[in-house]
């Protein structure tokens, strides 16, 4: 629910951003280089969703508006494309596999030159024509929102992972399944917040223990949280179960009350 209410809001703060960006040739350049990096990193933040690696978004969006400001006098096309693979930098690096990373950075570019040129094409229409554009022009901005990728905090306990050796290397790769299948249940929400922070504990922890700075263990934590994930796995199956049953004892009294009826028919 939460991941759908980003798209959606990254959809609305695309239209914006692609109608100011097709004024900025009337404007200073300051204020056209103030409204690009406010855009870019702005998206890219959107795009990001979530506070582990949050800098990292927003480098990508302000390389974005400087890929966008050194390019759009030239090739404006260009420069969109560009400027969408910024933002979406941080959300392709959680990729699982290099194809989806590949995919989604191209898509990214694809949706940039295909948003500038429905926008610019339509930039000299009324009002409602216009603004239709922009709606149009945004969503494609948004089509790299289908590409599948990890949360992230998954993202940021597998990289831990892939610095790690050993037994901390495997318990953090048990972090990341864990966080990677409930992120696919539906959990109460004070469950989820708690959760959440459990394993943001575990990401710092991990990380100051792989700097040498200490941080304490994080076996215990990990392996609560293992459980809390099998829990709500046994949870969910029970529901559906439940569910079945139900959906089986309503086909079962259909079938009774047909037969009642046949049964009254032939009296």
């Keep these: ?7 959606f809001l990254f959809v609305g703060l695309a239209g914006l951003a692609l109608a100011l960006l097709g004024q900025l040739d009337a404007l200073g350049p300051i204020t056209a280089a103030g409204i690009t990096v406010a855009s870019s990193v702005g998206l890219a933040l959107i795009a990001h969703g979530g506070a582990p690696l949050a800098g990292e978004a927003v480098a990508f969006g302000a390389s974005g508006a400087v890929a966008y400001e050194a390019t759009r006098s030239y090739v404006p096309l260009i420069a969109s494309g560009l400027l969408l693979t910024f ?47 922009i709606m149009v022009a945004s969503l494609l901005a948004s089509a790299p929102w289908i590409v599948p990728n990890d949360a992230p905090r998954t993202f940021a306990l597998r990289r831990l992972a892939s610095r790690a050796r050993g037994a901390t290397k495997l318990r953090l790769l048990r972090a990341v399944v864990a966080h990677r299948r409930l992120g696919e249940l539906e959990l109460p929400r004070a469950l989820r917040r708690s959760v959440e922070r459990a394993f943001d504990d575990v990401i710092r922890r991990a ?44 086909a079962d009294g259909d079938a009774l009350e047909a037969e009642i009826a046949a049964l009254v028919e032939l009296r």
């Excluded at 629910?1 to 798209?7: F, I, P, Q, S, V």
């Design 1 to 7: 629910m939460l991941r759908r209410g980003r798209a």
């Design 87 to 133: 933002v979406f930098g941080t959300r392709a690096m959680r990729s699982r596999t290099w194809r989806e990373l590949g995919f989604h950075l191209a898509l990214a570019f694809a949706s940039g030159v295909a948003a500038s040129w429905v926008a610019r094409a339509n930039a000299g229409l009324e009002a409602s024509l216009w603004m239709t554009a």
């Design 207 to 250: 990380e100051r223990r792989l700097n040498g700075e200490g941080g304490g263990a994080v076996e215990r934590t990990i392996e609560q949280l293992v459980r809390v994930e099998r829990a709500a796995r046994s949870r969910e199956a029970l529901i559906g179960e439940l569910d079945e049953g139900s959906e089986r004892l309503a």
